[in-house]
């Protein structure tokens, strides 16, 4: 037995003491099934062996299978432990970026706080939720970003008809972005529903004060070398 390598329970005592160690570092669930399974197999030689070795390696058989189970099954935690911080990690990283490009539109600015609070709270979690599946070289993660600067400019001072036309057409598209956006990151469809309609005000309120800007006569330029003229005497 001591000479032979090879001997099953040669080889068993090997597992065992090969085993134990090895598990010093598991929780105590795994470490509590290899105690007893070590102690099952005390008493099973204890109460079965005679003078035949045959059982040694009926007992190696069963704990090597038994343990390469369980070695494969702490392996799967600890990867799946390590995959779970790993997204933990990249989530972070995700929100800091996220966080810049806010920071990037809304700091110095004064946004009606629909706006503020639809980018912050809203339309925030699209972006998180887009970054983390497709990453920034992602078109829909750049097309994420350029919704925040269309909306911002949409509910600002416009003075022209060129931007009457774009305005016009921006609204429609980007309202239809906004809602495919908060269903795809599953938020509350009524508070969203809420915040679009308070948006639908903000867009009307921009169209009416350009028409009011170009309902507005254009002021005569005067001409300095005709100051006599009737026209720029009433002036």
């Known amino acids: 037995f001591f000479d032979s390598a090879s001997h099953p329970a040669r080889r068993l005592l090997n597992e065992l003491g090969s085993a134990a160690p090895g598990w010093s570092g598991k929780d105590s669930r795994q470490q509590d099934k290899l105690l007893q399974k070590m102690e099952d197999i005390v008493h099973r030689l204890l109460n079965e062996f005679t003078d035949d070795p045959v059982i040694f390696a009926d007992i190696l058989q069963e704990f090597t299978t038994f343990y390469g189970t369980e070695r494969r099954r702490s392996e799967l935690v600890e990867q799946r432990g390590r995959e779970a911080e790993e997204g933990r990690a990249r989530t972070q990283r995700a929100r800091l970026r996220i966080k810049q490009e806010l920071n990037q539109r809304l700091l110095g ?34 097309d994420s970003l350029q919704l925040m600067d269309d909306l911002i400019w949409s509910i600002g001072q416009h003075n022209n008809r060129a931007d009457g036309e774009r305005l016009k057409a921006m609204v429609p598209a980007l309202v239809s972005q906004l809602r495919e956006g908060f269903e795809e990151a599953a938020l509350d469809p009524f508070a969203t529903s809420l915040l679009l309609t308070q948006l639908e005000v903000l867009h009307i309120q921009a169209f009416q004060q350009l028409k009011y800007k170009l309902a507005q006569p254009e002021a005569p330029i005067k001409n300095a070398d005709c100051e006599r003229c009737p026209v720029c005497i009433s002036v």
């Open 109 to 142: 600015k004064t946004l009606p706080e629909t706006v503020v609070q639809l980018l912050q709270d809203n339309w925030s979690q699209v972006l998180l939720l887009r970054l983390l599946r497709h990453g920034e070289e992602a078109t829909d993660w750049q």
